[in-house]
């Protein structure tokens, strides 16, 4: 089976074992991932872009790049024909890209079985006002963050209690799953690349700086534009998510899981107890 998962300024996909979504082991850690990464708003910038570096398995694309989305179906799937077209489980929050990795998938895997999934296709309540609207990859992110705490604790038990789901990617949502395991809603403020971009867009003389130069701990006071740039964006990243982590455990130790490309700069930031786990919307799409 084939995982891909679409965000808005990124696609993720990796090939699994179908044996391994009914093992309970969850998606190993070393998973090989292809990636496709482009600017969400660069379009808008009339600015110098960041340097970008292509990998093995990753390259920088304009959005919705055709002769990219076949590196990344044929990467990842394999060249060797109707063999390897297999079954292919996708969500998207991007619909032009969507539409282009439908058309590409239809010429190079023409009997490929494609499940774009939807809040309907996943166990889980949703209680929110339009359940139709809602990120998938914020349920299957919240789906995956109550298996990951199952696991972590006991699991033959289904009483994980509630916890807080921080994906951070382009935009950074938080949200509360409550006791009962039902998907409550959350918070989403924009992410450290949307930040730098928006930043560069919406200004005369500030530079677009790369995510890099936002760390663990960007040098305050700034002695220059870009320091000064890192440490703002830092400070409303990080304590931004705190703030609403505090707000939603009133004072108790309810678990938060992160995931997402900056997860790991917020890791820190955040009192125990904290997970970080890679991939969390592509174990949402593998599990069973």
């Given at each position: 089976m084939i995982l891909v998962d679409i965000g808005n300024s990124g696609l993720r996909a990796a090939r699994v074992d179908e044996s391994l979504l009914h093992s309970g082991m969850g998606l190993p850690d070393d998973l090989p991932v292809f990636q496709l990464s482009w600017s969400a708003i660069g379009q808008q910038i009339r600015k110098t872009k960041p340097a970008t570096q292509n990998s093995p398995y990753s390259r920088w694309c304009p959005i919705g790049d055709l002769d990219a989305l076949r590196w990344l179906i044929r990467s990842v799937a394999g060249d060797g024909g109707?063999?390897?077209?297999?079954?292919?489980?996708?969500?998207?929050?991007?619909?032009?890209?969507?539409?282009?990795?439908?058309?590409?998938?239809?010429?190079?895997?023409?009997?490929?079985?494609?499940q774009w999934v939807t809040h309907r296709d996943i166990p889980m309540q949703v209680c929110v006002d339009y359940p139709d609207r809602l990120g998938i990859d914020r349920l299957l992110a919240a789906r995956a963050a109550r298996y990951v705490l199952q696991w972590k604790s006991d699991p033959s038990s289904e009483a994980v209690g509630p916890c807080i789901v921080v994906q951070a990617g382009?935009?950074?949502?938080?949200?509360?799953?409550?006791?009962?395991?039902?998907?409550?809603?959350?918070?989403?403020?924009?992410?450290?690349?949307?930040?730098?971009?928006?930043?560069?867009?919406?200004?005369?003389?500030?530079?677009?700086?790369?995510?890099?130069?936002?760390?663990?701990?960007?040098?305050?006071?700034?002695?220059?534009?870009?320091?000064?740039?890192?440490?703002?964006?830092?400070?409303?990243?990080?304590?931004?998510?705190?703030?609403?982590?505090?707000?939603?455990?009133?004072?108790?130790?309810?678990?938060?899981?992160?995931?997402?490309g900056d997860g790991q700069l917020l890791q820190h930031a955040i009192s125990p107890p904290v997970h970080y786990q890679k991939h969390l919307v592509l174990m949402g799409l593998a599990l069973p």
């Open positions: 109707d063999e390897n077209a297999g079954v292919w489980r996708v969500a998207s929050v991007h619909r032009e890209v969507q539409l282009r990795l439908s058309e590409v998938l239809a010429r190079e895997r023409p009997t490929a079985f494609v382009t935009a950074i949502t938080v949200d509360w799953v409550d006791e009962q395991g039902r998907f409550m809603g959350g918070a989403i403020l924009p992410g450290v690349g949307l930040s730098l971009q928006y930043m560069a867009a919406g200004t005369d003389q500030l530079p677009w700086l790369p995510t890099e130069c936002v760390d663990q701990a960007p040098q305050l006071p700034g002695k220059n534009t870009e320091q000064a740039i890192a440490a703002g964006v830092h400070a409303s990243v990080v304590g931004g998510v705190r703030f609403l982590i505090d707000r939603y455990r009133k004072g108790t130790s309810v678990p938060v899981i992160l995931s997402g």
